[in-house]
């Protein structure tokens, strides 16, 4: 058994399509003219009755192998190949796709992916384990985790699951020895049997765990090498991804943003506002019922006890009007699905959502340290004049009004104003300060310098050297906010239609 070539980025081969005891058994079409037919075959088999129980896959290979009169000797020396080529296979790919994953950002580009592109490469993944395993297709009936639909589960997190498993298990094993994936289902694969195991049997599912780890081995380095031909050839469909990771931190944001994405809001009591995962499975949460009836609006409380103590605040609204504490997480909360957002982020986009999605009253989030005089200032006559971005002060403290016209970029400063306005950290205060200094910079009584000075002295930081560092991560002439801007108008409809 030649090692894989690890470093390819060759398309789907044709491969080699051999007897298959469980394509035949549970009448699978073959792989090829129509791999996608194929894979709904599986998906079918695997989902059926026929394969609930592992035990009839050691059945039917028994049946399918001829082992009458097989010398102990010959199986011993089967297995001895088995487990060597196995073990060359498992540390070759872990060590390829360590580093993969380390160099190539792989992670946040498989999690930008759309769906379509995701499913292509899962099922480019099967197709060549089938052809490049020694157990070929019947792999598949052995590795029933392994299927478009349970790897792209939650926006593509499936199969990184599967890779953080892959790699914990080798860590983990004995230097030498082939490693397998922990499955309840498949270590049932004897139950059938009869005690003790007949020496025929023992090496039938020796044989099939190794077949079946090698699968899964070999599905994981062709699912990345396929990745890995649309990175390296210049897919269309991977090229915005490719641009956003000149940015790495932002892609990387983003990924993570995208990777926690909840499938369904959840659910929290309106009084003491914990979820069922803190109160326990246990819990049945109530709902109002005069708001259920009269409004079809949800306000769940835990207890009735919970209800009664929240009723002095939900009297003047019950069933009158959908108000509701907007809880993070909740179908009120209109961030439910991103619950790695920021909180200054999330205060902003509840916000901007009850206020009919305006622009102008995107404000300054709920500040986590004591403003200075300067900043105190400077958000009191924003707060007078919504439209205005920015107010910058000229030696002889004349103000200057700054202003976005541009609805988009409006967006994304006032998004980064927030941050630096209410975290203690100001992570965004040097992509801020740079687009305030290419914009206002020429303008009568304003220079580069006064404008790090107003900044350094409203937050207490040191503006030029964060403006530095912003300044050290970009090509000259664009800032980096506008970096950003024009890598969400490319992802931001993909972004969009991955959280629905």
Not at 144 to 149: F, K, M, Q, Y
Not at 242 to 268: C, H, W, Y
Request: charged share 25%.
């Amino acid at each position: 058994m030649a090692s894989p070539d690890l470093t390819s980025t060759a398309t789907p081969s044709e491969g080699v399509q051999r007897y298959s005891t469980y394509a035949k058994k549970f009448s699978i079409s073959p792989i090829t003219p129509d791999p996608v037919q194929w894979d709904k075959d599986w998906e079918r088999c695997i989902n059926s009755p026929d394969l609930e129980k592992s035990s009839v896959l050691l059945v039917a290979k028994k049946q399918g192998m001829r082992l009458e009169g097989l010398p102990a000797a010959a199986k011993e020396g089967h297995l001895t190949y088995a487990r060597s080529a196995v073990v060359e296979r498992q540390g070759h790919v872990h060590t390829f796709f360590t580093s993969f994953r380390a160099k190539g950002g792989f992670d946040t580009i498989w999690l930008l992916l759309e769906e379509p592109d995701r499913q292509k490469h899962i099922l480019n993944g099967l197709q060549e384990a089938c052809s490049h395993s020694f157990l070929g297709e019947d792999g598949r009936a052995c590795c029933p985790e392994l299927t478009v639909a349970s790897m792209t589960k939650g926006r593509g997190n499936g199969f990184l699951r599967l890779l953080e498993l892959f790699g914990a298990t080798k860590k983990s094993a004995k230097e030498g020895v082939p490693f397998g994936l922990p499955s309840e289902w498949w270590e049932r694969a004897v139950d059938d049997e009869a005690k003790p195991l007949s020496s025929d049997a023992e090496f039938v599912y020796e044989l099939l765990t190794l077949g079946r780890n090698e699968f899964i081995c070999m599905f994981i380095l062709y699912v990345s090498r396929s990745t890995n031909h649309d990175v390296v050839n210049g897919a269309k469909s991977v090229d915005p991804i490719m641009k956003l990771m000149e940015d790495k931190g932002f892609a990387n944001a983003l990924a993570e943003v995208t990777q926690s994405v909840r499938e369904t809001p959840i659910i929290r009591c309106e009084n003491c506002e914990k979820s069922a995962d803190e109160l326990g499975s246990e819990t049945r949460f109530m709902v109002c019922s005069a708001c259920k009836k009269k409004l079809d609006f949800s306000l769940h409380y835990c207890s009735q006890a919970c209800q009664r103590a929240d009723w002095g605040r939900h009297k003047r609204n019950c069933g009158k009007q959908k108000v509701s504490k907007r809880l993070p997480g909740t179908a009120e909360d209109s961030t439910w699905a991103t619950p790695s957002l920021p909180d200054f982020a999330r205060d902003e986009l509840n916000h901007f959502d009850a206020q009919g999605k305006d622009i102008t009253t995107l404000g300054f989030g709920k500040s986590q340290f004591p403003r200075s005089a300067a900043l105190q200032l400077q958000v009191s006559m924003l707060e007078a004049d919504k439209p205005a971005d920015y107010f910058l002060f000229t030696p002889a403290r004349a103000a200057v009004r700054f202003v976005i016209d541009d609805p988009s970029a409006k967006m994304m400063f006032r998004f980064f104003r927030a941050e630096v306005m209410s975290s203690q950290e100001h992570m965004a205060i040097g992509p801020m300060v740079q687009y305030l200094i290419k914009g206002m910079a020429g303008s009568p009584g304003l220079s580069r310098e006064i404008i790090l000075k107003q900044i350094s002295d409203e937050y207490g930081v040191d503006a030029e050297e964060r403006l530095k560092r912003t300044e050290g991560n970009a090509p000259p002439g664009v800032t980096f906010m506008e970096r950003i801007q024009k890598s969400v108008a490319t992802m931001g409809p993909r972004l969009m239609n991955s959280m629905k």
